[in-house]
């Protein structure tokens, strides 16, 4: 098999690649390691920044997004039991939309099975070989035949647990890491959300409701890292989510059943050069962040850009030589948010009680200074794409 780009991983990422490619006449192949109907129906994300909302309709996948999505104008910070709206349409002129990753995963699936082009689900022993070469290829299994697929480039858009950013050869990749001290248990549950997503930071811990559609809501309590969820039955994690969520006098979370449970790690990682040779790593492959600022899946489309693009139909390199420092210039912004963002928010075991009120004071900043609301809004909302 020969292609000009091999796409790994039908995330986000590679998703939109492979749509933007074939916008522009560009030929890809998209390898993925698990079935259709795992990776459609895996929750994950669900905040849409404006521009990724823009790409996706830009790359034509994005009518059931227009028609479903829902569009939000501001956040709620709950904290010292009082709520505060952060209001992004005053302040910024823009909305998010909230949208389900996993639907934005079925969309792009439809449009490039529509079209006809090559998207191979449950692909094993995926291996990249020639990448410093001008002849990068990449060798796989797929219905029990092993397959070489010659190409010119390779993205890496397999994620955080992918085997493109361990191919690149040790000790050529700068690894930055955070590691943090708690995790997320999530719940998806049947019951009608409030009206907005609501941040909360409690004397127990962080706390997020937001939703998914009409009916759907989406809650997340702090917990340990290794919390086992035996020890969360349901009326407990309502109880702990009404604590820390609703303020006095105001009201109360609609509760339904839980149709699924999960504990979420969190981590802060980048990889710098997010490129060897021919190979482009993009998405969760290059840099993760902690959920709080919702900016995963918008980060990796953020990278997918019309680097190739210009290679293949304007013949120049510049794009893609640039293509690293232009991404790493944006993704450490976006860090460096979503770290202020968990740290404000969460509370970590070693904090001291000084640290504890200067994150206070921090919190009543961004929700009661016009120039700190600002600053947070600019930057939930996203900050423009260069
Ligand atoms: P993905 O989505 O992980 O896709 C990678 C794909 O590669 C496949 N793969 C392989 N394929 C072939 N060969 C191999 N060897 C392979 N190894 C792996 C995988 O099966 C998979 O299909 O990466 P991508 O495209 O970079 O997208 C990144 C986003 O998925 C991620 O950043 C977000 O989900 C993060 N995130 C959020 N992001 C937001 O922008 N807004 C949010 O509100 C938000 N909330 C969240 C989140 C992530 C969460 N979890 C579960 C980590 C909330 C949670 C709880
Ligand atoms: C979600 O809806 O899953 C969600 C919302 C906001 C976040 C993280 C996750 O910061």
């Known amino acids: 098999m020969r292609t000009q780009v091999a796409i790994i991983g039908a995330g986000p990422a590679g998703l939109l690649l492979g749509q933007l ?17 795992y990776i459609e129906n895996r929750v994950r994300a669900g905040v849409l920044e404006h521009q990724t909302a ?15 999505g829902l569009r939000h104008h501001g956040v709620e910070l709950v904290f010292s039991h009082q709520a505060h709206r952060i209001d992004f349409d005053a302040l910024t002129g823009k909305a998010m939309t909230i949208y389900g990753q996993q639907e934005v995963v079925k969309d792009l699936i439809a449009v490039r099975v529509a079209a006809g082009l090559p998207l191979l689900f449950e692909v094993a022993d995926v291996k990249l070989g020639g990448l410093d070469s001008d002849f990068p290829q990449v060798s796989f299994t797929h219905e029990s035949v092993e397959q070489i697929l010659e190409c010119d480039f390779i993205a890496g858009c397999d994620g955080f647990h992918g085997i493109c950013r361990p191919s690149i050869p040790a000790g050529l990749l700068r690894v930055f890491e955070r590691v943090y001290p ?14 907005e997503i609501i941040y909360a930071r409690h004397e127990n811990g962080f706390a997020l409701h937001s939703l998914r559609s009409p009916t759907i809501t989406r809650l997340y309590l ?4 290794d919390e086992p969820l035996e020890r969360w039955p349901d009326a407990r994690i309502w109880d702990e989510l009404q604590r820390r969520l609703t303020v006095p006098g105001g009201p109360r979370l609609n509760e339904g059943p839980i ?4 504990v979420t790690p969190m981590r802060s990682f980048v990889v710098e050069p997010m490129q060897y040779g021919r190979l482009f790593l993009a998405g969760d492959s290059a840099h993760i962040v902690p959920p709080t600022g919702a900016k995963g899946m918008n980060q990796a489309a953020a990278d997918v850009n019309r680097a190739f693009v210009e290679f293949f139909k304007r013949g120049s390199a510049a794009a893609l030589r640039s293509y690293s420092s232009a991404c790493l210039d944006r993704v450490w912004k976006v860090q460096r948010f ?9 509370l970590n075991p070693t904090d001291s009680p000084f640290d504890t009120r200067c994150r206070e004071a921090e919190l009543a900043y961004l929700a009661t200074s016009a120039a700190g609301a600002a600053t947070f809004a600019e930057n939930y909302v996203g900050l423009p794409v260069p």
Do not use: F, N
């Not at 702090?222 to 890292?225: D, L, M, R, Y």
């Open 222 to 225: 702090q917990c340990a890292p």
């Open 182 to 195: 708690y995790a997320w248990l999530g719940i998806l549950a049947e019951a009608p959300p409030m009206g």
């Open 54 to 68: 823009a790409v996706i309709e830009a790359v034509g996948a994005g009518a059931r997004l227009a028609r479903e």
């Open 21 to 37: 490619l074939a916008q522009s006449g560009v030929q890809s192949v998209i390898l993925e390691a698990r079935t259709r109907s």
């Open 259 to 262: 149709l699924q449970k999960s």
């Open 338 to 346: 979503s770290r202020m963002m968990t740290d404000l928010l969460h």
